[in-house]
């Protein structure tokens, strides 16, 4: 796909111009036009999910130096029938007289190509696009989207159906759903130049969306710095990463501790996880309103961003083929670290104090116990290791007297062992804490 000339580049991200080829005036509306395409309204209910910015905030405006939005969505708005279409219709004709962004959510069905004429799998309203003829027959998402998405500020693909085919284009449908990139071509621009904009996901985190929406805007509006995205238009600080880099998990994998089944706190690619290979943040930003995210919830990663999405990381219940080597290696390399770093964990769990009196002065310490000679020996030569060209603190600990006043209560013979005994009764025998 050829790119805007006047775009610029950094770290592989494709920024739209330093200046847009228009602005919106501080007192002007933007419209935004919601399609529904071959899709389960779960974007839909992501967009009313988002939190960090609202839905709300954009239509009442009180997002800093964002235009104010006029949100026509067919299960959001107020309006019904043609009170609801009419807006549509004004700028598809181009009589509208403000600026638009188009969203699609759903894949583009292939009813263009239906031999009748009045043949559909997806469509809003009825009676014509251009004007209203008065006839009741349904009017084609599709035919909505070729009229509308020319005159656009911008067109997004909100959902992985929207972007790249999704569910409704796995193999086996019958309706030939494509993304919105494949159906408006790869010519495509909008009238501010702009190719279509991708946030997949399915569904995708609000957030991402709105945040999205919000840069486009603050751009638009000669305010904000230019958005970046990738090669194929996703927001780039968004999805430049692979999931895995900040699953909370991934200190289990570089551990090469793995579940066996759902539900289990460990690393989940031996159940079937593709989140080393698949560009996605949900980790990070969280599902709504920064909480959850699949593997946060215990969930794998079935790559549900990913143009490839669902038939190339078909079956789910199956681990990736790359798991087998990456986490065959990971087991043996992880299992020795791990090893050590109990150790070191070990020794960094106890004061000097203990270590120069071989005690732990606690009645919850029954299962800590004194130090074993292994532990001893391996602390000795870390210790060495660490201190190595420097202050050797572990003979500093050594030389350091015991404090006099250490064990007071039995200093003082005062008899301590009934709460001693309160405690066994009211907690978990000593072997089990
Ligand atoms: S659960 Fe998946 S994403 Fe997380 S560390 Fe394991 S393989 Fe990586
Ligand atoms: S972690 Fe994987 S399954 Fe979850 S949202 Fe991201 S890409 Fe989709």
């Not at 600026?99 to 190509?113: C, K, M, N, T, W």
């Not at 009017?139 to 992985?160: C, F, H, I, K, S």
């Not at 399915?202 to 603050?218: R, S």
Request: proline share 8%.
């Amino acid at each position: 796909m050829a790119h805007n000339s006047s775009a610029g580049r950094s770290n592989g991200a494709i920024a739209l111009p330093e200046r847009a080829p228009n602005r919106i005036a501080p007192d002007e509306n933007v419209h935004v036009f919601w399609l529904n395409g071959m899709g389960c309204e779960g974007c839909s209910i992501s967009f009313a999910g988002a939190s960090n910015p609202a839905m709300e905030q954009f239509q009442w405006g009180t997002l800093p130096g964002i235009p104010k939005v006029i949100l026509h969505h067919p299960m959001f708005s107020e309006h019904s029938g043609d009170a609801f279409t009419e807006p549509y219709r004004q700028a598809a004709a181009g009589r509208l007289g403000a600026p638009y962004i188009v969203v699609l959510d759903g894949s583009v069905p292939d009813d263009e190509a239906l031999p009748s004429a009045e043949g559909y799998f997806s469509a809003m309203g009825a009676g014509g696009i251009s004007s209203h003829t008065g006839s009741d027959r349904p009017d084609r998402v599709t035919e909505w989207l070729y009229r509308l998405a020319p005159g656009a500020l911008a067109t997004m693909a909100m959902g992985t159906c929207a972007s790249w085919g999704g569910i409704p284009a796995a193999a086996g449908n019958i309706t030939g759903s494509m993304s919105l990139m494949d159906f408006l071509g790869g010519n495509y621009r909008s009238s501010w130049n702009i190719p279509v904009i991708n946030v997949p996901g399915c569904a995708p985190v609000g957030d991402n969306f709105t945040e999205t929406l919000a840069g486009l805007l603050h751009w638009a509006a000669g305010i904000g710095p230019p958005p970046e995205f990738d090669e194929l238009g996703r927001p780039a600080w968004q999805f430049g990463e692979t999931v895995h880099r900040h699953c909370p998990k991934a200190g289990y994998y570089e551990e090469g501790v793995f579940a066996e089944a759902p539900g289990d706190n460990m690393c989940l690619v031996e159940i079937g996880c593709w989140g080393p290979v698949v560009q996605c943040n949900i980790v990070e930003r969280g599902a709504v309103n920064h909480m959850g995210g699949c593997m946060v919830a215990g969930g794998a990663c079935i790559g549900c961003t990913m143009p490839g999405f669902p038939d190339k990381y078909a079956p789910f219940h199956k681990p990736p083929p790359g798991s087998a080597i990456s986490g065959g290696i990971s087991k043996v390399y992880g299992g020795a670290i791990r090893r050590l770093r109990r150790m070191s964990m070990k020794t960094g769990n106890r004061e000097p104090l203990w270590d120069n009196a071989d005690e732990v002065p606690s009645a919850w310490a029954g299962a800590v116990g004194p130090r074993s000679g292994t532990d001893r020996f391996a602390a000795y030569f870390y210790k060495k290791l660490q201190y190595n060209g420097t202050v050797h603190h572990g003979n500093r600990y050594k030389k350091q007297p015991l404090p006099k006043s250490r064990d007071i209560l039995t200093q003082k013979g005062i008899d301590h062992t009934q709460s001693v005994d309160v405690l066994r009764e009211r907690s978990l025998p000593r072997e089990e804490i």
